[in-house]
């Protein structure tokens, strides 16, 4: 039963786990996965339990396409710049902040309507910093090439790098050894660390 246990599932099931995980929202494929990623760092010999949790969700970050604590504030600041919704509702800003001005040259009489309209503004930015927020909680797509609709995705997107996705560098996964807070200097990180993790995302990912 031990020696069962042991073996490495291969390569074409994991695939699946994948699939189940990222398309389907299997929380069961999904813990499977977690677990195999985390024999495989077994193998590639990262030597704790707590440094082998961390790698562990990196690797099924990445492989999942979800995005990182640490990879948020850069895509929530991406879907504020190009999200489908952003463009709609900084339309709506301009053209409030246009009138805000005109009423504004108007002089003291249309204080009420002035107050409306800063009310307007302030609510309309807040709902727009919620957007930004949510979306970058669920993947890691990029919204500068999904708000081409796919026209020309990715050619010449300097927000993805051409790739459609906002990947996990490895400055991102250095920080969130940090935040967990496991400090490195980025030459130990790389050296130690971040080959192994693409070493173990090149073994996995569906190719
Ligand atoms: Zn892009």
Not at 105 to 117: T, V
Not at 122 to 135: I, K, P, S
Request: net charge neutral.
């Amino acid at each position: 039963m031990e020696h069962i246990l042991l073996q490495p599932m291969p390569v074409e099931q994991i695939e699946l786990l994948i699939v189940k995980s990222k398309y389907i929202g299997d929380n069961e494929a999904e813990f499977i996965l977690h677990k195999e990623i985390y024999l495989r760092c077994c193998d590639v010999l990262v030597e704790n339990e707590r440094i082998r949790t961390i790698v562990t969700i990196i690797i099924a970050s990445i492989l999942l396409d979800q995005p990182l604590v640490t990879q948020r504030q850069y895509i929530k600041s991406l879907y504020k710049r190009f999200g489908t919704e952003a463009n709609k509702s900084k339309a709506n800003l301009m053209k409030m902040k246009h009138d805000l001005k005109t009423v504004e040259q108007r002089g003291n009489g249309s204080w009420y309507l002035k107050a409306a309209l800063v009310e307007r503004i302030a609510a309309e930015e807040l709902a727009l910093d919620r957007y930004a927020e949510e979306q970058s909680l669920i993947n890691n797509h990029c919204p500068r090439c999904a708000a081409a609709q796919g026209d020309e995705i990715s050619v010449g997107c300097d927000a993805c790098g051409g790739t459609g996705k906002i990947a996990v560098t490895m400055r991102d996964a250095k920080a969130f050894f940090n935040v967990l807070g496991l400090p490195y200097t980025p030459y130990k990180f790389a050296s130690e660390y971040w080959s192994k993790i693409l070493f173990i995302v090149s073994e996995l990912q569906i190719k």
